[in-house]
């Protein structure tokens, strides 16, 4: 059985900065993409920022040269730093990991992380 994990998320002020963090265990596994989606009130979630096994890295546009997505100390442990946080990034963070590979993958989604932007 495996569990992720988010934290880190909480209030911060626009233009300030947050880091989010999210681990998946205990059982080990191969993630073959470690991604981060939010998700607003009335909304689907969306692609934040997704980080290949091979280490391609693709970003949303709206968080470009803001966030920053990378691996974490430990296997399957993932960060997202956040800066120059706006109010629309206000949201719920969730970090995912797919176990296998294209269509058949299995993506084991956290609970989500509360990020408030407000001044």
């Known amino acids: 059985q495996v569990e992720v994990v988010e934290s880190g998320g909480g209030l911060v002020q626009p233009g300030g900065s947050l880091k989010l963090s999210c681990a998946a265990g205990?059982?080990?596994?191969?993630?073959?993409?470690m991604a981060w989606y939010r998700q607003t009130p009335g909304n689907e979630r969306e692609l934040v920022a997704q980080m290949f096994s091979d280490g391609r890295i693709d970003y949303a546009d709206f968080v470009k040269g803001r966030f920053t997505i990378a691996r974490g100390n430990g296997k399957n442990t993932a960060s997202l730093q956040m800066s120059r946080l706006k109010p629309d990034d206000t949201a719920v963070y969730y970090c995912?990991?797919?176990?296998?590979?294209?269509?058949?993958?299995?993506?084991?989604w956290g609970q989500g992380t509360w990020v408030n932007v407000s001044s």
């Open positions: 995912t990991f797919d176990v296998g590979n294209g269509p058949l993958a299995l993506r084991l």
């Open positions: 205990p059982r080990d596994f191969d993630a073959s993409v």
